[in-house]
């Protein structure tokens, strides 16, 4: 498989890129030889995937539908012809074996360049309801790989692969000590991790910021804040004990912030549900709510298996959080178990075995 090549497709955000990265670790784990490529917008940080040896292609960010009406639609469409041609010359240079798209706007060009081209093509869905982007692509591939069980259902008609959402896995088999060295925590109470995912959330933050007081008597936190809202939180810890800030953990600290945590509380992305089923931590997910959402789905799904407690955003209240940590901590051991039970860690080495597959 010396000349095959691979064309991996999507960004905007990590739960569309982070994914990759497994991917590609594990195809090269299988064929070391084969060349992988990416094509894509840089709207979240590539960088883990040339470390992979992934040749990144960027691609003019276009087409992106948001859910609500704005004046940027238009600058959007006025992208359009300038990415679609730049996608075409890319996905034609390239000349990819198999393409994989991962959904997101910054799939569809390649991936349907990729298709008037007669390249073979396989999409993932890692989100329980199937978003805009692979409902669209899903017309032009029969080949489709989904996260959930409960999501075969949308594509009645194709070859339904159910693999997991893929999870960097690097460090999973970490020690305790190593990772209080790696983030220089070291407690005897128990320690509650907070995330809001590569952007931040900021009302998450801001309950977490009411509740702070109550929290540090009680346990250690190890808090991620986002980039975009890490100086202005710096402020208000900065002389605090039992906490430890940060804007973004790189894949060794977000391993190790899983190791030492006794309960994970963030978001309700596909990538934090499978982070925590793999780890197998408790988990408070706080689902992102707004039209045609998949995070609501997302934790519904997952709470049902008894992996995790939800806490609805539009409940979200300094005395609610308190309360969720409290009844997470008191059914930490059954949470726990059920969240190892739904983990698929191979999930990124089945996904690479049928792209090779599909290549050869």
Not at 10 to 23: F, S
Not at 48 to 69: D, M, Q, T
Not at 100 to 122: M, N
């Amino acid at each position: 498989m010396i000349n095959r090549k691979i064309l991996l497709c999507g960004g905007g955000t990590g739960g569309h890129v982070l994914p990759l990265v497994a991917v590609a670790r594990a195809v090269k784990k299988i064929a070391p030889t084969i060349e992988i490529y990416f094509a894509g917008p840089e709207e979240f940080p590539l960088d883990s995937l040339r470390e992979e040896g992934v040749i990144v292609k960027k691609i003019i960010s276009a087409g992106k539908l948001r859910r609500y009406f704005s004046w940027l639609h238009i600058w959007e469409l006025v992208k359009l012809p300038f990415a679609f041609l730049q996608s075409f010359f890319v996905v034609l240079a390239i000349n990819p074996n198999v393409v994989l798209g991962k959904g997101s706007y910054g799939s569809i060009l390649p991936v349907v360049c990729a298709k008037l081209l007669f390249k073979k093509i396989i999409i993932h869905e890692s989100d329980a309801v199937p978003g805009l982007a692979n409902k669209f692509l899903s017309y032009i591939t029969d080949n489709i790989a989904v996260a959930f069980e409960e999501t075969k259902k949308f594509f009645p008609d194709k070859n339904v692969y159910v693999v997991g959402n893929p999870v960097r896995l690097k460090y999973w088999e970490t020690k305790p000590n190593e990772a209080e060295e790696i983030l220089g925590v070291k407690t005897q109470k128990p320690i509650l991790f907070i995330s809001g995912g590569s952007q931040g959330a900021q009302k998450i933050n801001r309950v977490v910021l009411e509740s702070l007081n109550e929290l540090l008597q009680e346990y250690f936190v190890i808090w991620s804040v986002g980039k975009n809202n890490y100086s202005s939180i710096k402020h208000s810890v900065f002389d605090r004990t039992n906490i430890k800030l940060f804007d973004f953990l790189d894949e060794r600290e977000l391993a190790a912030a899983y190791i030492l945590c006794d309960v994970a509380l963030g978001r309700a992305g596909a990538g934090t549900i499978f982070e925590l089923a793999a780890f197998g931590k408790t988990g408070i997910l706080i689902p992102l709510e707004r039209n045609g959402g998949d995070q609501p789905v997302n934790a519904q799904v997952y709470a049902q298996t008894g992996a995790a407690v939800v806490l609805k955003e539009s409940e979200l209240s300094k005395t609610a959080l308190l309360e969720k940590i409290s009844q997470a901590l008191n059914q930490k051991d059954e949470l726990s178990r059920n969240a190892q039970k739904f983990a698929k860690i191979e999930a990124a080495e089945r996904l690479a075995q049928i792209l090779l597959d599909l290549a050869s």
